[in-house]
């Protein structure tokens, strides 16, 4: 009865709603997975009518297309395809970011539009892509789809994709390296932005970070710190500095009489550790690196929870509510009558709050979609 009903809706939706068809359609893998069923692939579509008829007839579940560009897309087996290019493509999902499994679905959306901003500011800054290469998407569940199209990238191989994701991911950075550097390494990329990071921690701080930091032995560290830097008040020192923290305190890592306790290598790395927390972006890194991926089709339903793969405008993204944004119009003026199996389900969507309790409801029917998609409710 649930997988009718919500076949039904998703039927109505593809034959009022048109897909938004990549590049080169017809060099791309189709797959889908059917409300009942597992995953087909290995499907071929020569343009937007073709692949509309097909989903209007068929109503997948979950509608997917290929990264890559084949010379043979239809082929089953990935030699006889003969790959000719792949976009770049970043998953960012709950999966991977630490706490989700204690979030409600709203802070996990937040929290991943987090980790969005900032892949797209690395892309940007970093990696020099414009606005024209990218294409961001929200993915219809927990997250966001980044698509990077540009001659630089489309013959990479997947090591090369991989170096990509590391550096996103902040993976290898470490003191024993950064020691090593010279100070031009630190005038660009996610070294400069560690510099930043470190320059303006050390001009801010505080007792109550070194206690944190040191616990009994926070004391021992303000003195060390005031005998290291000839006697000066070690706050007052370091907010008067004009000078670059992060690399003095390098080179005296590199050269001093190793102290007793070694307390800037020791809050170095507990600064490393916070910066990293605050600047890379949790992808899905088997995604990135995979050069037959396939991924979620622009405006199809995503079928664990009735909303859109929204394309969405980069400079947009802050503001951008998928709770309000991604659901279809033509669900938004009917009510529906659900079953809720828990005790309670409450969700703010469409720009209002609702809290349903066990047993019958009437709510609007994106809201019986969604609840019934994730599998808390069932159509009455």
Known sequence: MVTTRLMKYFREYYYKSPLGIPDMLFQREIGFIPFNGTMTRHRKFNGQAEIEDFVRRSVPRHLYYS????RFPD???MLEKEWLGAELIFDLDADHIEGADKMTYMEILAEVKKHTL???EMLMDDFGFGNKNIRLYFSGGRGYHVHVESDRIYTMDSDSRREIGDYIRIEGLNMEDLKMLDDSYFEFGILKKFNIYISNFYKNLDENYIKNVFGKAWWNYINYLEKFYNGEKIIDFLRNDKGNKFKLLIKQNKSNEKASIDYDRIMLEKILEDFKKSALAEIDEPVTTDIHRL??????LHGKTGLMVKPIAIDDLKAFNPLDE?????FLEREAKINLKIDKFSIKMNKESYNIFRGENSVPLYVAIFTNAINVAEFI
């Open 67 to 70: 990264s890559s560009y084949y």
């Open 75 to 77: 082929q089953h087996k």
């Open 118 to 120: 900032r892949l797209l």
């Open 295 to 300: 991924i979620r089709f622009p405006y199809s």
């Open 326 to 330: 991604a659901i279809p119009d033509i």
